[in-house]
C-alpha cells in the first residue's frame, strides 16, 4: 500500500520534475515533515490556551479599582497590538534572549539558555494573540447589561460570584465570534517563528525546498492543504463550542 | 415612614420623584444621603454591616426582570439559594419547582428567558427572589414594560403574596392595584414623601395640591 503510494510520487516527479512530492516517497524526508507538522500543532495549542488564560486575566485586570493595574494592562495591549509580531519574535529571542540565564545542556559542557527558541516563540505569540484576546473579552464584559448585574448583586451574590456565573458566561458568548477569527490568526502566526528558527512545519518546508530545489511547488502546496486543514478543524471546534453555548433567546435573535 | 411586617404599601408619584431610589436604599444597591433605613434592627447604611447578608433577606424585583439570559427558568429560581447559600441542590430544586408552580408557570421550567413573554419573565423573578426566604419584596416598577393583559398575571402574583402575609413595598403606577392592596400608600415629589394615608382617604381625600394634581392627571 505504502509503495504503490511511494511509486506513484516518484512517477509523478519523473514525469514532471518541478512537481517532485519528496517527502512523499522518501522516508526521512516525510519525517522531517511530520515532525514540522508536530512543532507546529504544539505551539498553536499551547500559544492558543495561553492567549485566552491572558485574554481573561487581562480584560478582569482592566476592570480594577486599580489604575496602576490598568495602566499596566493598556500598556500591554498597546506594545503587542500595535507592533508586528515579527519584530516581537526576533525582540523576545534575540534581545530578551541574551538576559535570561543559562543552564548546562545534557552533554554536560554547553551552555543553553533557560528559553529555548521554542520558548520565546510561545510566550511572544501568546502575548500577541492575548493582547488582542483581552479587547474581545472586553468587549464581552461591556456588553453585559448593568441591570443584570444588579440582579444578582440584589440576590446577594458577591463580586466573584456574580462574574463566574453570570458576567463571564454571558461576555463569553458575546465574545467568541471574535476570538474564534483571533485564535485562527494566531495559527497562521505561528509560521513567522521561522525567523528565530522553531523548526515548525514552514521551517521544515523551506528546508526541505533548500534542500531539493524540485520539491519547492510540492512544499507549497501542501503547506497551503495543511493550514486550511489545521484552522479548518480549529473553526469547527469553536463553532460546535458557540452552537453549544447558544441560548434561544439571547444573542441571535431567532 | 414605618413598616410593619406583612404590610403592603405603595410608593406612586411622578417620574424622577425618588421613588426607586428610595427602595433601592432598602437592601443597599444605592447609598443614603441623608437619614437611616432600619431593618429589623440592623442599620441598612452602616458601613460595618454585611450588605450582602442584609441583601439575601430583602428580595427585589426590578421593572426590566433582569433574568439571567443564559439559564432557564428553573435554574434562574435556583442559582441564588445554590451559590449564596450554598444549600443542597436536591432541596433547592423541590423548593424552585414549588415557586414556579405558585407563579403560574408549570411547565416552563426548562424555558429560557428569550422564549418566555414579558410577564412570564417577571413572574420568573418573583419566583427568584421568593427562593431566597426573604422578609420583604421590593417592586420596582414591575409591570411598567409589560402589556395590559400580561400586567394582570404579575399584579395577582403579587396579590397572592399579599395574601399569605409577605411584607411587599411596591413602586407602582397602578392606581386601581394600589388601591386594591395597599395597606398604606405614600406619595412623592421632588425627593420627599408630599403625603401618605391608607388607600380610600389617599384617593378620595387627597389635601396636598400636588397629590391632587397628580391624581387628577393620571385617574
Known amino acids: 500500500m505504502i509503495e504503490t503510494f511511494q511509486d506513484f510520487f516518484r512517477s509523478v516527479a519523473d514525469t514532471y520534475p518541478k512537481w517532485n512530492f519528496i517527502f512523499f516517497h522518501d522516508p526521512s524526508q516525510w519525517e522531517r515533515v511530520i515532525s514540522g507538522f508536530y512543532v507546529t500543532v504544539q505551539l498553536s495549542v499551547v500559544c492558543v490556551i495561553l492567549s485566552v488564560v491572558i485574554g481573561i486575566i487581562g480584560a478582569w485586570a482592566q476592570g480594577s479599582p486599580s489604575r496602576i493595574i490598568r495602566w499596566v494592562v493598556q500598556g500591554y495591549i498597546q506594545f503587542f497590538r500595535n507592533t508586528p509580531p515579527l519584530i516581537q519574535l526576533l525582540f523576545f529571542y534575540f534581545a530578551l534572549g541574551q538576559f535570561t540565564p543559562t543552564v548546562t545542556g545534557p552533554d554536560g559542557w554547553t551552555e543553553q539558555p533557560i528559553i529555548s527558541n521554542v520558548g520565546w516563540a ?10 488582542f484576546n483581552v479587547e474581545i473579552f472586553r468587549s464581552g464584559l461591556e456588553a453585559v447589561p448593568n441591570a443584570t448585574l444588579e440582579a444578582a448583586e440584589a440576590l446577594g451574590f458577591t463580586r466573584a460570584q456574580t462574574y463566574t456565573n453570570v458576567t463571564f458566561p454571558l461576555a463569553l458568548r458575546v465574545s467568541l465570534p471574535a476570538l474564534n477569527n483571533n485564535l485562527i490568526n494566531l495559527v497562521k502566526t505561528t509560521t513567522q517563528a521561522i525567523a528565530i528558527a522553531v523548526p515548525e512545519l514552514l521551517y521544515e518546508m523551506v528546508s526541505i525546498w533548500n534542500d531539493y530545489a524540485s520539491a519547492q511547488n510540492a512544499a507549497m502546496t501542501v503547506l497551503f492543504f495543511t493550514y486550511i486543514a489545521l484552522v479548518g478543524i ?10 453549544r453555548l447558544h441560548v434561544p433567546g439571547f444573542g441571535k435573535t431567532s | 415612614m414605618d413598616i410593619m411586617k406583612g404590610e403592603v404599601i405603595c410608593i406612586i408619584g411622578p417620574s424622577g420623584s425618588g421613588k426607586s431610589t428610595l427602595i433601592r436604599c432598602i437592601n443597599a444597591l444605592n447609598d443614603v444621603q441623608q437619614g437611616t433605613i432600619t431593618l429589623e434592627g440592623y442599620d441598612v447604611h452602616d458601613p460595618k454591616l454585611d450588605k450582602l447578608e442584609l441583601r439575601r433577606k430583602v428580595g427585589m424585583v426590578f421593572q426590566q426582570y433582569n433574568l439571567f439570559p443564559h439559564k432557564t427558568a ?3 429560581v435556583m442559582m441564588a439559594p445554590l451559590k449564596v447559600l450554598k444549600e443542597p441542590k436536591a432541596e433547592v430544586e423541590v423548593r424552585a ?3 414556579i408552580k405558585k ?9 429560557y428567558p428569550g422564549e418566555l413573554s414579558g410577564g412570564q419573565q417577571q413572574r420568573v423573578a418573583i419566583a427568584r427572589s421568593l427562593a431566597m426566604n426573604p422578609n420583604v419584596m421590593l417592586f420596582d416598577e414591575v409591570t411598567a414594560a409589560l402589556d395590559p393583559e400580561t400586567v394582570k398575571e404579575v399584579l395577582l402574583t403579587i396579590k397572592e403574596l399579599a395574601t399569605d402575609g409577605m411584607t411587599c413595598i411596591l413602586v407602582t403606577h397602578e392606581m386601581g392595584f394600589a388601591r386594591e392592596v395597599a395597606d398604606h400608600i405614600y406619595f412623592t415629589d421632588k425627593g420627599v414623601i408630599v403625603e401618605h394615608g391608607a388607600p380610600d382617604t389617599f384617593f378620595d381625600n387627597a389635601s396636598d395640591p400636588r397629590t391632587k394634581k397628580f391624581l387628577g392627571q393620571i385617574l
Open chain 1, 122 to 131: 510561545i510566550i511572544s505569540l501568546s502575548f500577541f494573540a492575548g493582547a
Open chain 1, 234 to 243: 480549529l473553526a469547527f471546534g469553536m463553532n460546535r463550542w458557540e452552537a
Open chain 2, 74 to 76: 428553573l435554574e434562574n
Open chain 2, 97 to 99: 419547582r414549588a415557586l
Open chain 2, 103 to 111: 407563579v403560574r408557570l408549570e411547565g416552563k421550567e426548562n424555558a
